[in-house]
C-alpha cells in the first residue's frame, strides 16, 4: 500500500499541491498508524499531513476521489441488466438458492473471478481491479489512444477468461437455471469491461496536468461524459465554449458565401457596358432563405443528465450561427426551458431546468405527447429536432405514431443515443422503434463525438 500512497502524493504534485520529503514521511508514519481499511479515515488522516491551504485542501479532494474512486466500484444492475435474467434474479426466485441445490451450475461457477461477479461484492471488485492495476503498470499511461490497451490488460490480470470457461461449462448443462447464469454472466462481463476502461480513465484524468493542458483537453474531449466527476464541469464548459467559437468561426464564413449568392453574369456585364467590359461592379443572385430553427428535447433524468447538460451548453454556445433555439426537458412530463437560457447563464439554467424536469422514471411516451402539445405547430421543414435520450421508456406506451408526426413535419430529426449501439435493442429499449421515425441516430458519449454531430447539424442547416 506504500507504493500506492506514493503514487497517489505524486499525483498531488502534479496538481500543483507542494509536499515535501518530509511530508511524505509523516504521511506514511499516519498511515501506519491509522492504516488503509476504512476510506474515510484515510482521507481525514491524509488531508490533514498533505493539505495545507484552502485551495489545496480542493485540491486534494478531487485527487482523492480519481485515485480512490475504485472504492465505489459495482457491478450495477440497471440497463444492462434488463433483460430476462436479470428480472430473473431479481424476482422472488432465490437464483442463489436454485444454484446450490443444482450441482453442475454450482461446479461451473467455483473460479474466484466468476464467484466474485455472482456475489456482487463492492469491496472484493475493489481490491481486485486494485490488485490488476498495480500489475500492469499504470503510471506508464500517457495518452488517451493507450486506454484501450490498458482496459485489456487489466481485463487480463483479471484473468476474464474464467467468466469464458463458466459460460462454456453452463451452454453443457440443458437447464433453465444454467441459462439464466449464462444471460447473467455475459451482462457482468459486459460491464466488468466498462468498469475497466473507466478505472483506466479516471487514472488518465488525474495525471494529464503533468502532460499539459493540452493533454487533460483531449481526455476530456474522449472520455466517456458520465464517468466525468462535477469538478471537471467548469473546464468542460470553456472547451465547449472553445469549440464552438471553431465551429461558428468555420460555418459562418461558409453561410456568408452562401448568402451571398451566385454571380448574375448577366446583370453584371449588362451594368459595366461603359466600363469596356470591365467587371468593376458585380450583382449576385441572392435566393431568400428562412432562418433555420433548432429545437432540443433532452431527457434530463439521472442516467443521461450529464449528456442533455454538454448538448445544450453547445447550442446556445452557437447563437451566431444558430440564433433561433428552442429547448425542452424532460422525464416523464416535457416542459419548455428556452426562456430559463435566456434569462440565465448556462450553469444555472441547466440547474433550473433539470430540477424542475429531472424527476421521476422516464416516459418518453407521455414526454412526446406534451412535446406534440407544445410545438408540434410551429415545427416545419425548416425546423431540425434533436431528441437526447437512451430511450429506456421502462416498458410504457412508446407513442411512436407522435415522434412519426414530428417526424413528418420537421426538416431533420436526429436522435442522440448516450448507449453503446449494440444496447439499443435490449430490455426496456425502445431505439429501434424510434430509429424508424428519425432521419438520423448517432451514439453520443462523448464531447469529441458531440463535436463532429454539432459541425454536422452546422452543415444540414445552412
Known amino acids: 500500500m506504500q507504493t500506492k500512497l506514493v503514487s497517489f502524493i505524486g499525483a498531488l504534485r502534479k496538481h500543483d499541491v507542494r509536499i515535501s520529503t518530509s511530508e511524505t514521511l509523516d504521511a506514511m508514519r499516519v498511515m501506519a498508524l491509522v492504516g488503509y481499511s476504512e476510506r474515510d479515515t484515510v482521507k481525514m488522516a491524509l488531508a490533514s499531513t498533505l493539505a495545507k491551504t484552502k485551495e489545496e485542501k480542493a485540491l486534494f479532494d478531487d485527487c482523492f476521489e480519481l485515485f480512490y474512486g475504485g ?5 450495477n444492475q440497471t440497463s444492462q441488466d434488463n433483460d430476462k435474467a436479470a428480472n430473473k434474479e431479481n424476482s422472488d426466485v432465490d437464483l442463489q438458492q436454485q444454484i446450490a441445490d443444482n450441482p453442475l451450475v454450482k461446479e461451473a461457477l467455483d473460479s474466484p473471478l466468476v464467484q466474485m461477479l455472482m456475489e456482487n461484492d463492492p469491496a472484493k471488485l475493489t ?3 486494485a490488485k490488476a492495476a498495480s500489475e500492469v503498470s499504470m503510471e506508464k499511461l500517457r495518452y488517451f489512444t493507450q486506454t484501450g490497451q490498458y482496459s485489456r490488460k487489466l481485463l487480463e490480470q483479471l484473468d476474464t477468461r474464467q467468466i469464458d470457461d463458466s459460460i462454456e461449462q453452463l451452454q453443457g448443462i440443458q437447464d433453465s437455471t444454467a441459462d439464466f447464469v449464462i444471460d447473467i454472466l455475459q451482462n457482468r462481463k459486459q460491464q466488468l469491461r466498462e468498469i475497466a476502461k473507466q478505472q483506466v480513465e479516471e487514472h488518465l484524468l488525474l495525471t494529464a496536468n503533468a502532460e499539459g493542458r493540452k493533454l487533460q483537453e483531449d481526455v476530456l474531449r474522449s472520455a466517456k461524459l458520465s464517468s466525468l466527476e462535477r469538478k471537471h464541469f467548469d473546464q468542460l464548459q470553456e472547451l465547449v465554449r472553445k469549440l464552438a467559437k471553431k465551429l461558428a468561426s468555420r460555418h459562418s464564413q461558409r453561410m456568408h458565401v452562401e448568402k451571398r449568392g451566385k454571380l448574375d453574369v448577366a446583370k453584371t456585364l449588362r451594368k459595366n457596358v461603359h466600363l469596356d467590359g470591365i467587371m468593376f461592379e458585380t450583382y449576385w443572385k441572392k ?6 430553427k433548432v429545437i432540443a428535447l433532452c431527457d434530463v433524468s439521472n442516467s443521461v443528465a450529464a ?5 445544450l451548453l453547445f ?8 440564433p433561433k433555439v428552442r429547448s425542452f426537458c424532460f422525464s416523464n412530463r416535457t416542459g419548455e426551458v428556452t426562456d430559463l437560457f435566456n434569462k440565465y447563464e448556462a450553469a444555472q439554467a441547466m440547474e433550473m431546468s433539470f430540477k424542475q424536469w429531472g424527476q421521476g422514471s422516464s416516459d418518453y411516451g407521455q414526454s412526446l405527447v406534451d412535446f406534440a402539445d407544445i410545438c408540434l405547430e410551429q415545427i416545419d421543414n425548416n425546423t431540425t429536432v434533436i431528441i437526447l435520450g437512451d430511450a429506456r421508456n421502462n416498458h410504457g406506451d412508446a407513442r411512436l405514431d407522435v415522434l412519426q408526426k414530428v417526424y ?9 443515443n448516450p448507449e453503446r449501439r449494440s444496447q439499443w435493442n435490449t430490455g426496456d429499449s425502445e431505439m429501434h422503434r424510434y430509429q424508424s ?12 463525438q458531440l463535436e463532429r454531430i454539432v459541425d454536422k447539424l452546422l452543415t444540414l442547416i445552412r
Open 437 to 448: 421515425a428519425s432521419h438520423f441516430s448517432t451514439e453520443c458519449q462523448s464531447l469529441q
Open 315 to 322: 447550442l446556445y454556445s452557437l447563437s451566431d450561427v444558430i
Open 127 to 129: 481490491a481486485a481491479m
Open 71 to 75: 472504492e465505489r466500484l459495482k457491478i
Open 287 to 292: 435566393k431568400r432563405k428562412d432562418q433555420p
Open 408 to 416: 413528418n413535419r420537421a426538416k431533420t430529426v436526429i436522435w442522440l
Open 307 to 311: 449528456y442533455a447538460k454538454f448538448l
